[in-house]
């Protein structure tokens, strides 16, 4: 990053804090006062100005990024994480939101609707997520809201509503998208309507199998639903290290690891196969179990056309860690679906994922700094989680 976050920002959202429960608990906003109360000077300033008048070796790039990593310590403390054993807390959506919601809802419909209550869903990053109950010809029916933040992560409904109808179509179990509302004139950023979808997460044997047959499922359907351009695998995998790149730039100044990062895949990084569809971020918490639907995945705002292999080393070595290590997961993925790489193809694609998080996450500061809602989430994301990203991918962009 080019500078810490000003302290006043921090200090706004802990007060704001203090007032909307759905921005972070108590706990977590005392952590970002610790982490505010010992981050000390910051040092990029002095950093800038050496890298504008010196080529600074690896090694010296690598040393301030470990001191950075040792100062955002206590916001990593307060990341929520993608742990689904938290019980979130129960947060009612302000009544005022609740009645611009009804009002759309019911210009939409040409009929009155009522929202008869509305929840927040903790948990998710990219977007604000609201469980809400509405009233349409006397019927009651939930429905999930799904509110952009900001550009968090680089991703927009937009784009994620495309795919999701796409794959819908093509047979794929993804929730149906009911209305889209793009302009951000009624909630304050653009937002989807989709059915709730019936299930629970499931974390037993058959479960965890199940996830897996159906991401090699999603790597079965045609790619041409996303993207009928026809590029080699090679120009895929190359047009994604990019993209990522360019996404990164829109919210920090080039930085020398990332961008050493960019340069250092594009030499060595090589398609595992054909270009599939990818989920972005396949794997429990992303898969809800129902008796009569089965299973059905959710969360698409990372889909794209890429290698299957990005998927499955984000489930075996990043997401999926809580449940197993790495070699249980591979041995795993190789039983249920013979899906098996080379120890330099795992490592490869490895560091693809901690590049594109330290990329992706850089998106979560910008989202804090403007404001106006401030979670800890987002600032844990900005600053402490890109740094674990981008100090894992040193580790072997660097070796």
């Not at 009612?92 to 040409?110: I, K, N």
């Not at 999701?164 to 309507?193: H, K, N, Q, Y």
């Not at 041409?224 to 090679?234: K, M």
């Not at 990062?261 to 809800?288: F, M």
Request: include cysteine.
């Amino acid at each position: 990053m080019e500078a810490l976050v000003p302290e006043a920002i921090i200090r706004q959202a802990i007060t704001d804090g203090r007032n909307d429960a759905s921005l972070g608990s108590a706990e977590q906003w005392a952590a970002v006062g610790r982490y505010l109360d010992e981050r000390g000077d910051d040092p990029w300033p002095g950093r800038r100005d050496r890298l504008s008048r010196e080529d600074v070796p690896l090694a010296e790039l690598q040393r301030w990024l470990a001191m950075d990593v040792a100062a955002a310590a206590p916001l990593m403390g307060a990341f929520t994480s993608h742990d689904t054993s938290i019980e979130h807390l129960a947060v009612t959506v302000a009544e005022v939101e609740r009645g611009h919601l009804a009002r759309w809802l019911t210009e939409q419909a040409g009929e009155p609707v009522e929202v008869i209550e509305a929840t927040v869903i903790g948990g998710g990053f990219s977007r604000r997520m609201w469980r809400a109950t509405i009233r349409q010809a006397g019927v009651d029916r939930r429905v999930i809201v799904r509110i952009e933040q900001g550009g968090m992560f680089g991703t927009d409904s937009v784009t994620e509503v495309r795919s999701m109808r796409a794959l819908r179509e093509a047979g794929f179990s993804v929730p149906a998208v009911e209305l889209v509302e793009d302009t951000g004139r009624i909630l304050g950023e653009p937002f989807f309507v989709m059915e709730e979808v019936p299930g629970v997460v499931r974390l037993d044997d058959q479960g965890l199998d199940d996830i897996i047959r159906s991401v090699v499922e999603l790597h079965r359907v045609p790619v041409s639903v996303l993207d009928a351009s026809g590029r080699s695998p090679e120009q895929v995998v190359s047009d994604n290290i990019e993209s990522w790149r360019r996404m990164y730039r829109r919210h920090a100044p080039e930085l020398p690891l990332v961008e050493h990062g960019a340069d250092w895949l594009q030499e060595h990084l090589k398609p595992t196969g054909p270009s599939v569809i990818v989920h972005g971020d396949a794997g429990p918490g992303n898969a809800l179990f129902d008796e009569d639907r089965g299973l059905t995945t959710i969360d698409w705002e990372f889909a794209h056309v890429g290698d299957a292999a990005e998927d499955w080393a984000y489930l075996a070595l990043i997401r999926g860690r809580r449940i197993m290590d790495g070699a249980a997961w591979k041995a795993r993925l190789r039983e249920v679906a013979g899906i098996e790489y080379s120890d330099d193809q795992w490592r490869m694609w490895l560091a693809y994922n901690h590049y594109r998080g330290a990329c992706v996450n850089l998106s979560a500061r910008s989202v804090f700094e403007r404001g106006p809602r401030r979670t800890v989430d987002q600032l844990a994301i900005g600053v402490a989680v890109h740094l674990r990203f981008l100090s894992q991918l040193t580790e072997i962009t660097c070796a």
